[in-house]
C-alpha cells in the first residue's frame, strides 16, 4: 500500500506494516520488533514481474518451441494478466473479507469499483489463455510404417530426342508415355505372376506420373505422385512392369515388381541417381 509517507509494507519478521525505503542495510531495523533488515529483495513485490518479464523477454527472443506470434501475444498476456490479479486483486480481497467493520459510501464504491478491475484481470488473463490453446498449432502425430519392405531397382531410361513426340495426352485426352516398350526402352511385363504390392516414393523435386505396363506394352495411367516424397501403394504381380515419367510423359525409370519374404512390399524409390546423369 502506499500513503503520503509513501510505500508501506510488512515487515518480513513481525509482519507490521511500516515505511519501505527499499532493500534494507544491516543498519536498518524495524521500529516495532527491531529486526534487523525488515525489508529483503525476496520479500519485493515487484519482483514476481522483474522474473515474469525477464523469462518472457529470453522465451520470446529464443522461442524454443517456435511459437507463432499470435500463440507468443496470448500467452505472454494472458499469464501477465493473471499475474496482475493474483498478486495485485487477491490479497486485497482476501483482507477485505477479514475486515468486519461497516463500510461507508465511498468504500463500498471503491470496493465495487475494484472488484471490477479484479474480474477484468482474471477474465482477461483466462480468454487469452484459451485462445492460445485455440490458435495454437500443435505438432502433427507421426505415424511410423513399419511394413517390411524390398527393395527394387530403378532402371533407367535413355532417351533420344528426335523419338519424343512431345504428346503427354491420347485422343481421349488420357495421359499417355511419349515413348513405347521395346527392347530399347522399357520391357512389357509378365502374362502372369504371384499377387504382391509395390510402393512408389517419389524424391524428385518435380511430380512424376506411373504407368502400369501390360503384357502387350500397353501403358495405363495409375498414379500421379507430388514432389519431395509423395507416395503411393499399388497392387501388382510379380513380373509386371512399371513405368515412370515425368509431368509431361517423359519416361524416366521403370520398375519389375518382385516378390518377397511374407509380407515384404516391393519398395519403388524415384531417385534423382537412379537416372544414370
Request: glycine share 10%; aromatic share 12%; with cysteine.
Amino acid at each position: 500500500m502506499q500513503d503520503r509517507k509513501g510505500w508501506m509494507l510488512p515487515c518480513e519478521k513481525c509482519g507490521e506494516i511500516i515505511k519501505y525505503d527499499g532493500v534494507s542495510l544491516p543498519s536498518h531495523t524495524c521500529p516495532h520488533c527491531g529486526a534487523a533488515r525488515p525489508h529483503t529483495l525476496k520479500g519485493n513485490p515487484l519482483l514476481p514481474f522483474l522474473f515474469f518479464f525477464g523469462g518472457w523477454l529470453v522465451f520470446g527472443l529464443l522461442n524454443p518451441l517456435e511459437w507463432s506470434e499470435d500463440s507468443l501475444l496470448f500467452a505472454s498476456f494472458g499469464s501477465f494478466m493473471l499475474l496482475l490479479w493474483f498478486k495485485v486483486c487477491l490479497p486485497i480481497h482476501l483482507e477485505m473479507r477479514k475486515s468486519s467493520l461497516p463500510k461507508s459510501k465511498e468504500q463500498t464504491q471503491g470496493s465495487r469499483a475494484l472488484g471490477c478491475l479484479s474480474a477484468g484481470f482474471l477474465s482477461g488473463g483466462i480468454l487469452s489463455l484459451i485462445m492460445f490453446f485455440a490458435t495454437y498449432e500443435w505438432p502433427e502425430e507421426v505415424h511410423y510404417d513399419y511394413t517390411p519392405t524390398i527393395e527394387l531397382t530403378g532402371y533407367p531410361i535413355f532417351v533420344d530426342p528426335g523419338d519424343l513426340s512431345g504428346m503427354s495426352s491420347d485422343a481421349g485426352g488420357k495421359i499417355v508415355p511419349t515413348l513405347e516398350a521395346g527392347p530399347s526402352t522399357f520391357p512389357v511385363s509378365a502374362v502372369y505372376g504371384e499377387k504382391t504390392k509395390i510402393r512408389f516414393v517419389n524424391r524428385m523435386e518435380f511430380p512424376v506420373r506411373v504407368f502400369s505396363v501390360d503384357a502387350n506394352g500397353s501403358s495405363t495411367h495409375a498414379s500421379y505422385l507430388g514432389q519431395d516424397f509423395g507416395s503411393s501403394d499399388m497392387n501388382s504381380y510379380v513380373g509386371q512392369t512399371w513405368l515412370v515419367t515425368n509431368d509431361t510423359g517423359k519416361p524416366l525409370l521403370y520398375f519389375i515388381a518382385e516378390k518377397g519374404a511374407e509380407g515384404e512390399i516391393g519398395r519403388a524409390p524415384i531417385l534423382s541417381e537412379s537416372l544414370g546423369n
